[in-house]
């Protein structure tokens, strides 16, 4: 074989591995040492496609070195983003305000799980003692909620939605869900607002839904939201971040029942229901619409807990979507 005609054959191999490594389902488009992301996520369903992207070795074949930090509240979830000690999270519109107050600190870039008309986020219950049947005899009964939160506003949203003013109903702050869910269950407290599957749990031991967010979904639904600063400075590692969290919300609405190992070990979802919980649909890449927001920041607004309008185009972003 001539010498030209060799360097032409090893041109050739050449370029046929670059192309089939570029079209490799999963290739790592991010090049160097792996981007490190610290990642809080609460024991609740809406981490389930984190997990499941960690089990599949989506992260790692994007380059990515994916630290999850179980954490026990929103509170402490909120206070490892404050310090810098987690890069992203698992939120809501809610936290995200809270947490811009000052200046723009945190940014959502997905929207992470959704109530849907079969599948609710968030429910008001009463308890099997309570002689509630609806929401006007609801008014006369203290509803635990926690204060400030994405509880408290499902909660008013889904009250005034029915036509009734919330500040009608007396609430009582109850923060920690299984607290709330505790007192729902001995009586002590008439009802309460819980979400899923904590929910679930309340309907086992003879508690009444009034109503959830399955007839107004646009109320439900959770967020995920990096610091400002991280994404300022690993916009790539983020749209991967994305894109892996893509492939398993595929996998997971592929298979629901697939994954109850995985909530059993997370412990996301509570022993009573494991391996007996049907796993949701999870929404596909996408962010709040601006009438989500504009209704969260009103709410906040009203309860004196933000002032000011933040920018929607500042706070919720579409460009790291996959």
């Known amino acids: 074989m001539s010498s030209i005609n060799l360097r032409t054959l090893i041109l050739w191999m050449s370029v046929g591995m670059f192309l089939i490594g570029a079209c490799t389902p999963g290739a790592s488009p991010v090049e160097g040492e792996p981007v490190k992301i610290?990642?809080?996520a609460l024991r609740v369903l809406d981490s389930l496609p984190i997990y499941v992207a960690e089990a599949q070795g989506y992260f790692d074949a994007r380059g990515l070195e994916v630290e999850i930090l179980p954490v026990g509240s929103a509170p402490e979830?909120?206070?490892?983003?404050?310090?810098?000690?987690?890069?992203?999270?698992?939120?809501?519109?809610?936290?995200?305000?809270?947490?811009?107050?000052?200046?723009?600190?945190?940014?959502?870039?997905?929207?992470?799980?959704?109530?849907?008309?079969?599948?609710?986020v968030f429910a008001i219950l009463a308890g099997k003692e309570s002689g509630v049947t609806d929401l006007?005899?609801?008014k006369n009964t203290e509803i635990g909620i926690s204060q400030g939160t994405i509880i408290e506003y499902v909660t008013d949203r889904l009250l005034e939605a029915e036509g009734f003013v919330s500040e009608d109903f007396p609430k009582v702050n109850i923060p920690a869900i299984p607290d709330r869910l505790a007192l729902l269950n001995s009586g002590e407290l008439g009802a309460g607002t819980l979400?899923?599957?904590?929910?679930?749990?309340?309907?086992?031991?003879?508690?009444?839904?009034?109503?959830?967010?399955?007839?107004?979904?646009e109320y439900?639904?959770?967020?995920?939201?990096?610091?400002?600063?991280?994404?300022?400075?690993?916009?790539?590692?983020?749209?991967?971040?994305?894109?892996?969290?893509e492939q398993a919300v595929m996998d997971i609405n592929t298979d629901p029942g697939?994954?109850?190992?995985?909530?059993?070990?997370?412990?996301?979802?509570?022993?009573?229901l494991a391996g007996n919980y049907p796993v949701p649909s999870f929404p596909t890449a996408?962010?709040?619409?601006?009438?989500?927001f504009a209704d969260a920041v009103a709410w906040a607004n009203a309860k004196?807990?933000?002032?000011?309008?933040p920018a929607y185009g500042e706070t919720i972003l579409t460009e790291y979507l996959p």
């Open 38 to 40: 610290r990642f809080a």
């Open 77 to 120: 979830r909120d206070q490892l983003i404050a310090s810098g000690q987690a890069d992203g999270m698992i939120n809501e519109v809610m936290s995200t305000l809270f947490a811009n107050r000052e200046s723009l600190q945190v940014q959502i870039v997905r929207i992470c799980r959704a109530a849907t008309s079969d599948s609710p």
């Open 220 to 245: 439900g639904y959770s967020t995920i939201a990096f610091r400002k600063a991280f994404l300022d400075s690993n916009p790539e590692a983020v749209r991967q971040f994305l894109a892996a969290f």
């Open 258 to 272: 697939a994954w109850n190992s995985l909530l059993i070990e997370q412990e996301m979802v509570p022993a009573p």
């Open 195 to 217: 979400p899923e599957p904590a929910a679930t749990i309340a309907l086992q031991a003879g508690a009444q839904v009034i109503i959830n967010d399955a007839a107004y979904p």
């Open 286 to 292: 996408g962010v709040p619409t601006e009438a989500q």
């Open 136 to 138: 006007e005899s609801l």
């Open 304 to 309: 004196g807990l933000l002032s000011g309008e």
